[in-house]
Each structure stands twice: as structure tokens, then as C-alpha cells.
């Protein structure tokens, strides 16, 4: 299924620089939720990774002509993003880590469904921790995760070489073992 996905945006790619612009639409519908997702992660405020987006499909639209490898849209997107929300996330440090130490601050609320419910409460429990990660290793874990790109496509995106992709996948490892035992 993966494959498939890839091939069909791979087509669309070739189409929108043959100029098909309806292509385009199409990559913007298909990608533009995992992007906000992704810019989300990073910068923990909805209406800032849709700003952070939209500005990436700017850059994306424009240098998409240059993509070789048009079986690589997406990591190539995704970096394009993660590069924005770093970049965003440097230019507003002062206003994150008042935010960052006031929702540290706050007790978290438990809705009743959810205490009744073991998974939900399993879920709460794993995503809590996984919170107290440092965000690169949190990044590394979505990435293999839940996207479920192989290592060499996460040192792509994130600008990094292989072998810390694998170090942080196993200290983020490591360290979750550790906080869900206690």
C-alpha cells in the first residue's frame, strides 16, 4: 500500500511538472494533513503548523520542478516542513518555553470514559511518556512509527545522518522501557 502511494504521487509530481496544475490540488489534498501533523509536532500549536504549511507549499510548488526523484515527494516534503518548523521554533524560543513551562505546570485532565477504558488509559499513559522525551528523539519515534519510513528516509527529513536516526530510535527506547516500568 505504501508503494502504491508513493507510485501515485511520484505520477502527480511528473504531472505538475509537465504542467498539470489540477495535479498539484491533488498532492496539496493528499499530503497537507500530514504536513499540519508534522509541523504540529514540532511546534505544539495547530494554527501555526497550518501557517508553517501553507508557507511550505509555497517552497514545495516552486522547487518541486527541481525534484529528481519523484519517489521521494514525500520525505522531500516532509523535510521541507520540518526544516520551516525548526526554523520557526528557533525564531520563537522565548514565547515556546513559556508556553512549554506552563503546560508542564498545568494538571492534566481525565475524563471519566477514559479512566473506565484500560486501552484508553494504556494510550494516555504511552503518549505521556513518549511527551517526556526530548522532541528529536519524539520525532525519530513518529517517523518510524507511525509514518513508517525506514531509517535512511528519516536521516533525509531530518538532516541527519543514519546512525543517529538508530541512536535515538534505541535511547528513545531505552528510556521508555524505563518510564513505563516505574
Not at 513518549?130 to 525519530?140: A, F, G, K, N, S
Request: net charge positive.
Amino acid at each position: 500500500m505504501i508503494n502504491a502511494n508513493k507510485t501515485f504521487d511520484s505520477l502527480l509530481v511528473l504531472q505538475y511538472q509537465s504542467g498539470n496544475k489540477k495535479a498539484a490540488g491533488i498532492l496539496v489534498k493528499r499530503w497537507h494533513g500530514r504536513l499540519c501533523a508534522q509541523a504540529n509536532w514540532y511546534v505544539r500549536n495547530k494554527e501555526i503548523s497550518k501557517d508553517i504549511v501553507q508557507d511550505s507549499w509555497d517552497i514545495i510548488l516552486m522547487k518541486v520542478y527541481h525534484l529528481k526523484d519523484t519517489n521521494s515527494f514525500g520525505s522531500w516534503a516532509l523535510s521541507i516542513v520540518t526544516r520551516r518548523s525548526i526554523d520557526w521554533l528557533r525564531k520563537n524560543k522565548k514565547e515556546q518555553d513559556v508556553l512549554n513551562s506552563f503546560i508542564r505546570n498545568s494538571d492534566p485532565v481525565v475524563m471519566p470514559k477514559e479512566v473506565e477504558n484500560e486501552e484508553s488509559n494504556k494510550k494516555m499513559l504511552l503518549k505521556r511518556a513518549i511527551e517526556t522525551l526530548p522532541v528529536d528523539q519524539q520525532m525519530v519515534l513518529l517517523l518510524f512509527y507511525v509514518e513508517e519510513y525506514r531509517v535512511k528516509e528519516i536521516a533525509k527529513i531530518l538532516v541527519i545522518s543514519e546512525g543517529t536516526v538508530k541512536s535515538r530510535l534505541f535511547t528513545a527506547r531505552e528510556k521508555l522501557k524505563l518510564i513505563l516500568k516505574t
